[in-house]
C-alpha cells in the first residue's frame, strides 16, 4: 500500500523555519513527481511546491517563493520542504503528495497520492 508520512511540522515563531519530510513507501519513488500543498483554517487546499524526478526542476507558489525549498532525496525515499522566515499565513496544514506525471502540476486533483498532514503554526 502507497503511503506517504509528513513529519517535521510544529509551533514556530513569526521569522523562524522548520524543515519538513515526506517519508514515501510502496511505490518507485523516483517514478514519481513531488509536490507540497497546505490548507489553512477555512481556505481550501492550495499548492506551495513541486519538484521533478530528476531534482532538476522546481515550481513554487509566488507566496512562498525566496522563503521556501523543496527538495528531494530519491534514495531515501523521501522529500523535503525547508521553510525560511515563517509568516503567520504559513499557518496550515502542510500535505505531500505524488504524481506519477512528468510535468510539475499544481492543482489538488491531478495528484494520486497524499499523505495526511502535519501541522505548522506560525505565532505572531
Known amino acids: 500500500q502507497v503511503q506517504l508520512v509528513e513529519s517535521g511540522g510544529g509551533l514556530v515563531q513569526t521569522g523562524g523555519s522548520l524543515r519538513l519530510s515526506c517519508a514515501a513507501s510502496?511505490?518507485?519513488?523516483?517514478?514519481?513527481?513531488m509536490g507540497w500543498f497546505r490548507q489553512a483554517p477555512g481556505k481550501e487546499r492550495e499548492f506551495v511546491a513541486a519538484?521533478?524526478?530528476?531534482?532538476?526542476?522546481?515550481r513554487y507558489a509566488d507566496s512562498v517563493k525566496g522563503r521556501f525549498t523543496v527538495s528531494r532525496d530519491n534514495a531515501k525515499n523521501t522529500v523535503y520542504l525547508q521553510m525560511n522566515t515563517l509568516k503567520p499565513e504559513d499557518t496550515a496544514v502542510y500535505y505531500c503528495?505524488?504524481?506519477?506525471?512528468?510535468?510539475?502540476?499544481?492543482?489538488?486533483?491531478?495528484?494520486?497520492?497524499w499523505g495526511q498532514g502535519t501541522q505548522v503554526t506560525v505565532s505572531s
Open positions: 503528495a505524488a504524481d506519477r506525471r512528468t510535468t510539475l502540476r499544481d492543482e489538488v486533483y491531478e495528484y494520486d497520492y
Open positions: 510502496g511505490l518507485p519513488f523516483s517514478d514519481y513527481v
Open positions: 519538484i521533478s524526478r530528476s531534482t532538476r526542476s522546481t
